[in-house]
């Protein structure tokens, strides 16, 4: 794509007019009124028909949810496999990934010789939903989940979140493994995990 270049005429001289900023806020008026006026109507229409006619975002929470769309970065969550285990190998490299120092592992291992986390544990009040952890992850094991209500709290020691906090079953993860598969796939950076992995 070719840039292009726009130069600031720094140099304009307003009259006293334009000085005022009369013009430029009844300007910003009118299109707040257009808005709140179509959207009126809109929502007077819904009333009546049933159907959505409102042309702008704005939704009437907590009776209206949002649409997250499918790259949304919500809460991160670990994958549950189908077979009710966590996918998570305790191998440490989210823990390391994570700027802000939020997450705490602690390993052990199964009968069998698998690892597993004997506790993870994150700290949402220090979260910043980058995604690094979900990026470092070899296991695809914790992904930025569509979790975006109740991520408040008045009491920070209320957002440590624990492991089964945290465990979500991998179908209800499913859009955003679509999104990140997708994302990796056009770098070059996913294959297919084997039935092995
Ligand atoms: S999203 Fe970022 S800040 Fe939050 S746990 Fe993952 S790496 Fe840490
Ligand atoms: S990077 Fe993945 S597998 Fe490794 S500890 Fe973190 S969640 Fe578990």
Redesign the pocket.
């Known amino acids: 794509m070719a840039i292009t270049v726009k130069k600031v005429d720094r140099n304009v001289t307003m009259t006293l007019w334009e000085r005022s900023y009369i013009p430029e806020m009844t300007r910003g008026m009118i299109i707040t009124m257009k808005h709140f006026v179509v959207n009126l109507a809109g929502l007077a229409l819904e009333v009546v028909g049933g159907k959505r006619h409102r042309k702008i975002m704005t939704i009437y929470y907590p009776e209206e949810n949002p649409v997250i769309p499918p790259a949304y970065?919500g809460r991160?969550a670990l994958v549950r496999a189908e077979n009710g285990q966590e996918k998570c190998v305790a191998c440490g490299l989210?823990e390391v990934?994570?700027?802000?120092?939020?997450?705490s592992i602690v390993g052990g291992e199964r009968e069998n010789g698998e690892r597993y986390p004997v506790s993870y544990t994150?700290?949402?009040s220090?979260?910043?939903?980058?995604?690094?952890?979900?990026e470092?992850c070899p296991k695809e094991a914790?992904v930025?989940s569509h979790d975006w209500k109740n991520l408040c709290e008045h009491d920070r020691s209320k957002m440590i979140y624990d492991k089964e906090t945290l465990l979500y079953p991998e179908r209800n993860l499913k859009k955003r493994l679509n999104v990140i598969r997708e994302k990796y796939f056009n770098a070059k950076l996913y294959h297919k995990p084997s039935e092995k992995d």
């Open positions: 970065r991160p989210c990934a994570c700027p802000p120092r939020c997450i994150l700290d949402g220090r979260c910043i939903f980058c995604g690094l952890c979900e470092a914790i930025m």
